[in-house]
């Protein structure tokens, strides 16, 4: 395994399988690059990928929510 740190997206992707970023003291979800687009990274390097999580984790739980009010216990 390599570690690359480095602000030259098109190296990184050339070069890479899988990309995180790190920003504002956090590191993002894992991506492969298949997956990743320079505009979703850049996003990320804003630290954007928190809302992400946020939205899905939010969607994640009403799903619970909504399936324990069909088949309450």
């Known amino acids: 395994a390599v570690l690359v740190l480095s602000e030259e997206l098109e190296e990184l992707f050339d070069i890479s399988d899988r990309l995180h970023v790190m920003a504002k003291g ?3 979800p894992s991506v492969d690059r298949a997956d990743a687009t320079m505009e ?5 390097m804003s630290g954007l990928w928190h809302a992400q999580v946020q939205a899905h ?3 994640s739980q009403a799903l619970a929510a909504q399936t324990l009010d069909e088949n309450p216990a």
């Open 26 to 28: 956090q590191i993002s």
């Open 40 to 44: 979703r990274i850049g996003e990320w």
């Open 57 to 59: 984790l939010a969607q």
